[in-house]
């Protein structure tokens, strides 16, 4: 072993924590990118320095292509060890995170993925031939699986292999960066996975680190085979184009397998820890589901054994996994011990907090937030969650005192602008809305959600009824990069209600209801503009409709000034 990185598991997130310039930073370790890169937003808190790249350079993925740029950070600390002059690409979308730990890191030599046990390890190999069995950990004899992967002509290479779906050859990249595995529309075209076939559903949309959304399926599967080891009868995410790959071999793969990957022998080896491959979703109340995709896969022999954590580090981060496997009550457990260890560790207690609040208990969610409050009164995170648990045990609670801390703690062009935004939408504080969707708009030009963040800003203004003119603009921009969205066209249906333009307004209704039928402001809006062209029958129609679906919309949107 060279270097260990403690990897936490954020839902199917792998977290490494580093440090920028001596400040915290969090990077999703991400094997399928070819270097490590920061997000916009990110580069502008920590005050890097931006640099071009060589003209022509652009980064290529599910969303779309991006032109990056360059930063180099002084000083960037990760496994404890101070690295000087690091050098990151800077572009694209916000990561969840402040950015991406890529192969230039994972990739200098063999690793070793081990996220239920919350580890990335970076090994070296001396000496072993095309024979030797690198699943060090299983025992001598135990069951593992072995998958030659593609020779890579230069570092950092990705890790590429040829996996069988449904019988069919298809070229995978392993991605740790990719939480769910997914294949591309056009493969899976190529036996019979299409959008129209039986059992398929819609599954939204995807994005990478361009500026668009690849609308997804998820349908059936029969059969996939990855080196020795074959899941049967499995559902997997489909869509989009990948290019040069057919599949993304995702975190839940990973979750579910302890991998090393040996560079100079060009292989892949791996166990299966037990649980669910491709489809690690937790039941509506909670509890998770107990069967497995994967049970045609072999158990290794000892792979459920696993030594107990001896610190609050090693607890956190086995709860963090279990949780992401759905293993709630274990890793409450988990996070409660750690708690005991370290009792004033924010991380813990943040964790704790997400877990109480997926296991829908709010109130516990609340108490660990104050306590993180306590130890730092200006934790961004802490202040909008502890508004959104409140919200939660009472629509009506006055949130404003947590989401004014948020928005005056954090930095002008931090992403968490988009969720304080949005929260001070949904509290009916418009002005402040439209304030935080600016500094957001402003920061983070090429990101996928800015057509969502200038929707938001139109329909807060609609809302209010105020710069109905700049409420268009937005409007009208992201229906350009997103047309013919219901929730796009709901809002400029609003914001042409409440300028007069009645027939605008319909037409703009009725496309959204052809995609949405139950958008009640849609029936509502629509209702009100037909009869004021006269429509009397064909607008109350409406409004009985709009008023079945949410009882108390007449009287809410009354307020806002918005009647018959």
Same mark, same amino acid.
């Given at each position: 072993?060279?270097?260990? $990185?403690?990897?936490?598991?954020?839902? +199917?997130?792998?977290?490494?924590?580093?440090? /920028?310039?001596?400040?915290?930073?969090?990077?999703?370790?991400?094997?399928?990118?070819?270097?490590?890169? /920061?997000?916009?937003?990110?580069?502008?808190? !920590?005050?890097?320095?931006?640099?071009?790249?060589?003209?022509?350079?652009?980064?290529?993925?599910?969303?779309?292509?991006?032109?990056?740029?360059?930063?180099?950070?002084?000083?960037?600390?990760?496994?404890?060890? #101070?690295?000087?002059?690091?050098?990151?690409?800077?572009?694209?979308?916000?990561?969840?995170?402040?950015?991406? $730990?890529?192969?230039?890191?994972?990739?200098?030599?063999?690793?070793?993925?081990?996220?239920?046990?919350?580890?990335?390890? +970076?090994?070296?190999?001396?000496?072993?031939?095309?024979?030797?069995?690198? =699943?060090?950990?299983?025992?001598?004899?135990? /069951?593992?699986?072995? @998958?030659?992967?593609?020779?890579?002509?230069?570092?950092?290479?990705?890790?590429?292999?040829?996996?069988?779906?449904?019988?069919?050859? @298809?070229?995978?990249?392993?991605?740790?960066?990719?939480?769910?595995?997914?294949?591309?529309?056009?493969?899976?075209?190529?036996?019979?996975?299409?959008?129209?076939?039986?059992?398929?559903?819609?599954?939204?949309?995807?994005?990478?680190?361009?500026?668009?959304?690849?609308?997804?399926?998820?349908?059936?599967?029969?059969?996939? %085979?990855?080196?020795?080891?074959?899941?049967?009868?499995? &559902?997997?995410?489909?869509?989009?184009?990948?290019?040069?790959?057919?599949?993304?071999?995702?975190?839940?793969?990973? $979750?579910?397998?302890?991998?090393?990957?040996?560079? %100079?022998?060009?292989?892949?080896?791996?166990?299966?820890?037990?649980?669910?491959?491709?489809?690690?979703?937790? *039941?509506?109340?909670?509890?998770?589901?107990?069967?497995?995709?994967?049970?045609?896969?072999?158990?290794?022999?000892?792979?459920?054994?696993?030594?107990?954590?001896?610190?609050?580090?090693?607890?956190?981060?086995?709860?963090?996994?279990?949780?992401?496997?759905?293993?709630?009550?274990?890793?409450?457990?988990?996070?409660?011990?750690?708690?005991?260890?370290?009792?004033?560790?924010?991380?813990?207690?943040?964790? &704790?907090?997400?877990?109480?609040?997926?296991? &829908?208990?709010?109130?516990?969610?609340?108490?660990?937030?104050?306590?993180?409050?306590?130890?730092?009164?200006?934790?961004?995170?802490?202040?909008?969650?502890?508004?959104?648990?409140?919200?939660?045990?009472?629509?009506?609670?006055?949130?404003?005192?947590?989401?004014?801390?948020?928005?005056?703690?954090?930095?002008?062009?931090?992403?968490?602008?988009?969720?304080?935004?949005?929260? !001070?939408?949904?509290?009916?504080?418009?002005?402040?809305? /439209?304030?935080?969707?600016? @500094?957001?708009?402003?920061?983070?030009?090429?990101?996928?959600?800015? #057509?969502?963040?200038?929707?938001?800003?139109?329909?807060?203004?609609?809302?209010?009824?105020?710069?109905?003119?700049?409420?268009?603009?937005?409007?009208?921009?992201? *229906?350009?990069?997103?047309?013919?969205? #219901?929730?796009?066209?709901?809002?400029?249906?609003?914001?042409? +209600?409440?300028?007069?333009?009645? =027939?605008?307004?319909?037409?703009?209704?009725?496309?959204? +209801?052809?995609?949405?039928?139950?958008?009640?402001?849609?029936?509502?809006?629509?209702?009100?503009?037909?009869?004021?062209?006269?429509?009397?029958?064909?607008?109350?129609?409406?409004?009985?409709?709009?008023?079945? $679906?949410?009882?108390?919309?007449?009287?809410?949107? %009354?307020?806002?000034?918005?009647?018959?």
């Amino acid at each position: 072993m060279i270097v260990p $990185l403690p990897v936490t598991m954020s839902g +199917l997130r792998p977290l490494v924590h580093a440090k /920028i310039n001596g400040h915290e930073a969090v990077f999703v370790a991400d094997s399928g990118a070819w270097f490590s890169m /920061i997000s916009p937003g990110s580069a502008a808190e !920590y005050e890097l320095a931006l640099e071009p790249v060589p003209i022509g350079f652009r980064l290529q993925g599910v969303g779309g292509a991006v032109v990056p740029r360059l930063t180099t950070v002084k000083t960037f600390t990760i496994a404890g060890v #101070p690295l000087p002059k690091v050098q990151f690409l800077v572009g694209g979308s916000e990561f969840g995170s402040v950015g991406l $730990l890529g192969q230039n890191f994972l990739g200098l030599e063999d690793a070793e993925f081990d996220l239920a046990h919350g580890m990335i390890r +970076l090994m070296r190999e001396h000496g072993c031939t095309s024979k030797a069995n690198l =699943a060090y950990w299983a025992p001598a004899g135990g /069951i593992y699986s072995e @998958l030659s992967t593609e020779g890579q002509a230069a570092k950092p290479g990705h890790i590429f292999a040829s996996v069988y779906v449904n019988g069919v050859k @298809l070229r995978a990249m392993f991605d740790t960066g990719a939480s769910t595995s997914f294949i591309s529309r056009a493969a899976a075209g190529r036996f019979g996975l299409k959008p129209d076939a039986p059992g398929v559903t819609p599954a939204g949309g995807s994005s990478g680190i361009g500026r668009h959304f690849v609308q997804t399926w998820i349908g059936p599967i029969q059969s996939v %085979k990855i080196g020795d080891e074959e899941v049967r009868n499995t &559902r997997i995410r489909f869509g989009g184009d990948l290019q040069d790959i057919d599949m993304l071999i995702g975190a839940d793969f990973f $979750l579910s397998h302890h991998v090393y990957w040996a560079q %100079k022998l060009d292989k892949l080896f791996f166990t299966f820890n037990g649980g669910r491959v491709f489809d690690l979703r937790d *039941l509506d109340d909670g509890q998770t589901d107990a069967s497995s995709d994967a049970g045609h896969a072999p158990v290794a022999a000892g792979a459920d054994a696993e030594a107990v954590p001896t610190d609050a580090d090693g607890f956190s981060r086995r709860g963090g996994a279990r949780a992401s496997r759905g293993e709630l009550k274990e890793a409450l457990a988990d996070f409660d011990q750690a708690i005991k260890l370290a009792p004033d560790t924010i991380d813990y207690l943040r964790q &704790r907090a997400q877990l109480h609040a997926q296991m &829908r208990q709010p109130l516990r969610a609340v108490e660990d937030l104050e306590r993180i409050l306590k130890i730092k009164p200006d934790d961004v995170d802490a202040h909008l969650m502890r508004a959104a648990m409140r919200q939660r045990l009472d629509h009506d609670a006055d949130v404003g005192s947590d989401l004014d801390a948020a928005a005056a703690a954090a930095a002008p062009s931090s992403d968490r602008r988009f969720a304080i935004a949005a929260a !001070y939408q949904e509290a009916g504080n418009y002005p402040r809305a /439209i304030a935080q969707f600016d @500094l957001w708009i402003a920061a983070h030009r090429d990101d996928v959600r800015r #057509p969502i963040a200038l929707n938001g800003r139109c329909w807060a203004r609609a809302l209010s009824g105020t710069g109905l003119d700049l409420a268009l603009k937005d409007c009208n921009a992201a *229906l350009s990069a997103m047309p013919r969205n #219901p929730s796009f066209l709901d809002s400029r249906g609003l914001v042409r +209600l409440r300028s007069g333009q009645y =027939a605008q307004a319909i037409a703009d209704y009725d496309q959204a +209801l052809a995609a949405n039928g139950k958008i009640a402001w849609s029936l509502y809006g629509r209702g009100i503009a037909k009869l004021r062209l006269g429509q009397k029958e064909a607008g109350e129609a409406d409004l009985a409709k709009a008023k079945a $679906l949410e009882l108390d919309l007449p009287d809410r949107a %009354k307020k806002l000034g918005v009647a018959p």
